[in-house]
């Protein structure tokens, strides 16, 4: 900030703080599942199963950020995680959810 005033351009210059948010909610998750219901029938791809419309459906997320093919030590808290160079797939980090219901602070 070199003495100057904090500014929201500043604050969006400051990626490392960004990546420790992002890590910090991945090691210390809010949730340990999102929940929705399936609004028309969905086959999986791949497979034979359908979900029906209506179906509620559990995304267990602990699973998920827990993953070594996600993050190349899970257990260990490293922001580095979420730097450019290590970009994984986006569906990994569901903190705040994912897709067009995600949290309305994320959008």
């Known amino acids: 900030l070199a003495g100057g005033p904090v500014t929201y351009a500043k604050l969006q210059e400051m990626k490392y703080i960004d990546m420790f948010v992002l890590e910090s909610l991945r090691t210390r998750c809010l949730f340990d599942s999102h929940e929705r219901m399936c609004t028309k ?12 419309k209506g179906r509620f459906v559990h995304v267990y997320i602990g699973n998920i950020i827990n993953d070594p093919q996600s993050y190349a030590n899970p257990s260990a808290f490293d922001p580095e995680n979420f730097s450019t160079e290590n970009k994984h797939n986006k569906f990994a980090n569901m903190a705040f959810g994912q897709g067009p219901r995600n949290c309305i602070g994320m959008r």
């Open 41 to 52: 029938d969905y086959k999986i791809p791949g497979t034979d199963y359908v979900v029906p």
